[in-house]
């Protein structure tokens, strides 16, 4: 592990932005039969989005745990989705190509010596009359099988349909029907997925833990989306969500969940110990916009904290060039440290990892508080800057 000592002048400002988040592991929710329990302790994302033809895609694979024989999976997106299997190793695999690479000594040469490296209503709730049966409103548009899990793909017009059809076709709910509602009422799309758990790992007590294969969903949208609030039905207290957004510039997310609170005035830190030659123009004229912010940026970090709020933080980002596609295929050497079968299957990334697209990786543990609405992904920006920093190689201030 890499550890850092920081000058007692830092001290201050590197516990604020570099401190790391509890480990944990969030677009998907699971139904179970009443007094049985399936949680979702963190999911991982890859998601892909064409501004021009408005294309969105997100691979998801959704880790789960609990004491339910067979659960329902529901995920909502703002069209018809296709599906495709993806790869079992898709995401370990991105970890390994997302691995940063080792610090360049000499260009922050001036610190190696400072440093050490080592909301719908239930129309039953209240005691209020049950009116008589209306034909359902829930259609399924298609059906079909995904690697090993069957799925459907269906729309509804009203919330209390969706949930009789869930039961009806042995899709057990345990969840509240409002959260179904707020999708029903923006016309979203619902793909729904049967979990069998003895296919599952199961733990000393009886209950299972697992990840779904990992399947990519593509469906037109207006906007890069992530359905983050129907994950509030299977999460207890908070849910940790690892996203890889492809995209033709480094996106983030907007106000108080953005990573730019953590990363910014690490990074201007970062800058201050390089050697000024070494630096290039874009990261000096970067320097003129993250300077003036860090303190400012550092103190939202500790109020964020102090609300029981644990800010996101940005872990590796880059414009895919000519030189990463040669790592995935094997012709260029890989440069950090990873076992040799893990380096070899990097090649499954080919077609997935595109030249010219901008990757940015980044975590974020929410709270059930923050997770009342979806997430929308914008350009990364500080002010009126855009941000086009890539972040590979490991800073003086990088988290240990």
């Given at each position: ?24 592991d969030?677009?998907?929710c699971?139904?179970?039969?009443k ?15 064409d ?9 998801v ?10 659960f329902?999976m529901?995920?909502?997106t703002p069209?018809?989705?296709?599906l495709?299997e ?19 000594l000499?260009?922050?040469?001036n ?15 209240g005691?209020?009359?049950?009116p ?14 995904v ?65 779904v294969t990992?399947?990519r969903?593509?469906f ?9 609030r129907?994950?509030?039905i ?13 995209a ?13 609170w ?5 990074w ?34 500790q ?16 414009k895919?060039?000519d030189?990463?596609?040669?790592v ?7 440069n ?8 070899d ?6 077609g997935h990892v ?9 975590r974020?543990?929410f ?7 979806d997430?929308?992904?914008v350009?990364?920006?500080?002010g ?8 590979v190689?490991?800073?003086p201030?990088?988290?240990p």
């Amino acid at each position: 592990m890499r550890r850092t000592m920081l000058g007692a002048g830092l001290v201050g400002l590197a516990a604020a932005v570099a401190a790391v988040p509890p480990p944990a592991d969030a677009a998907c929710c699971y139904f179970s039969a009443k007094d049985k329990d399936v949680l979702q302790p963190g999911q991982k994302a890859f998601l892909t989005w064409d501004p021009v033809e408005k294309v969105e895609t997100f691979t998801v694979q959704p880790r789960f745990e609990g004491n339910a024989q067979d659960f329902g999976m529901v995920i909502p997106t703002p069209g018809k989705p296709k599906l495709d299997e993806m790869p079992r190793d898709f995401f370990k695999t991105l970890a390994v190509f997302t691995i940063l690479e080792p610090m360049d000594l000499d260009k922050y040469k001036n610190f190696r010596n400072q440093f050490a490296l080592g909301a719908a209503v239930d129309p039953r709730a209240g005691g209020a009359p049950v009116p008589k049966k209306a034909p359902s409103t829930v259609k399924v548009l298609e059906a079909g099988v995904v690697g090993s899990l069957d799925y459907k793909v269906i729309t509804a017009e009203r919330a209390d349909d969706l949930y009789t059809w869930l039961k009806d076709n042995g899709y057990k709910y345990a969840g509240d029907e409002a959260t179904l509602g707020f999708y029903v009422g923006k016309k979203w799309f619902f793909t729904v997925m049967k979990i069998d758990t003895q296919q599952m790992k199961r733990n000393q007590d009886g209950s299972y833990l697992g990840e779904v294969t990992p399947t990519r969903f593509t469906f037109p949208s207006e906007k890069l989306v992530y359905p983050l609030r129907i994950t509030q039905i299977s999460v207890k207290d908070k849910t940790e969500a690892l996203f890889y957004v492809q995209a033709p510039h480094k996106l983030d997310l907007v106000g108080d969940l953005s990573y730019q609170w953590t990363f910014a005035p690490m990074w201007s830190q970062a800058a201050g110990f390089a050697v000024p030659e070494k630096l290039t123009e874009a990261e000096k004229a970067w320097r003129k916009v993250t300077d003036p912010k860090a303190q400012e940026f550092a103190r939202k970090v500790q109020q964020l904290r102090q609300k029981g709020v644990e800010p996101a933080t940005l872990e590796w980002a880059r414009k895919i060039t000519d030189h990463d596609l040669g790592v995935l295929d094997g012709t260029t050497k890989y440069n950090r440290e990873a076992p040799k079968e893990d380096v070899d299957k990097l090649k499954i990334l080919k077609g997935h990892v595109k030249k010219g697209q901008f990757v940015t990786k980044f975590r974020k543990v929410f709270t059930k508080a923050e997770m009342g609405d979806d997430l929308e992904f914008v350009r990364a920006r500080i002010g009126d800057a855009d941000d086009d920093m890539e972040y590979v190689s490991i800073l003086p201030t990088s988290p240990p």
